[in-house]
T-cell receptor, first 110, second 113 residues
């Protein structure tokens, strides 16, 4: 079965609203990362977050190992936040392999 | 300045031909990777290299061959191209495998006709 599941699949926000994106994984956590994929396709690393809570500007990532989940909170959304948010789980031991979820497509409207 | 350079950005190839996708990273990272993203599918791991040694190969086909001439260089040779190979191919790197931040290149969008 799918090792990394993201929800919701898509989300429409009014500018200024907050959002919480979820990532659940079916295997033990080694490490996990969040990425933002721009509408043009390029990927930007948001967080490397194997456990606990991390903040970056309006973004907060929280990983709870024993519950096998990670979340990404977007506060005060802006139209420039539109794009796809991907979580990825390290699943390959020494290989460095990341297994990606299918992503949450976020659209922020003004 | 881009920290991972992928060339070309776009590529159109004829079925049966061979192409090489170029990737160079200027981050001083020890590990490099190739991922593929087909339409409506998640990013899919292909290869990982560490200190120029192949660590993992998850591609089913030998038509895909990574080539590492230097530590900061990992090209992808694809032979006997098929329309199903059409996808965006991303190169990435990290300092210490999956225990450190990944940085992705901007991708090579390949269309096989």
């Amino acid at each position: 079965g799918q090792q990394v599941q993201q929800s919701p699949a898509s989300l429409v926000l009014q500018e200024g609203e907050n959002a919480e994106l979820q990532c659940n994984f079916s295997t033990s956590l080694n490490s996990m990362q969040w990425f933002y994929q721009r509408p043009g396709g390029s990927l930007v690393s948001l967080f490397y977050n194997p456990s606990g809570t991390k903040h970056s500007g309006r973004l907060t990532s929280t990983t709870v190992i024993k519950e096998r989940r990670s979340s990404l909170h977007i506060s005060s959304s802006q139209t420039t936040d539109s794009g796809t948010y991907l979580c990825a789980l390290a699943t390959g031991g020494l290989s460095g392999k990341l297994t990606f979820g299918e992503g949450t497509q976020v659209t922020v409207i003004s | 300045d881009p920290k991972i350079i992928q060339k070309p950005k776009y590529l159109v190839a004829v079925t049966g031909s061979e192409k090489i996708l170029i990737c160079e990273q200027y981050l001083g990272h020890n590990a490099m990777y190739w991922y593929r993203q087909s339409a409506k599918k998640p990013l899919e791991f292909m290869f990982s290299y560490s200190y120029q040694k192949l660590m993992d190969n998850q591609t089913a086909s030998s038509r895909f061959q990574p080539q590492s001439s230097k530590k900061n260089h990992l090209d992808l040779q694809i032979t006997a191209l098929k329309p199903d190979d059409s996808a965006t191919y991303f190169c990435a790197s990290s300092q210490d495998g999956a225990n450190s931040d990944y940085t992705f290149g901007s991708g090579t969008r390949l269309l096989v006709i």
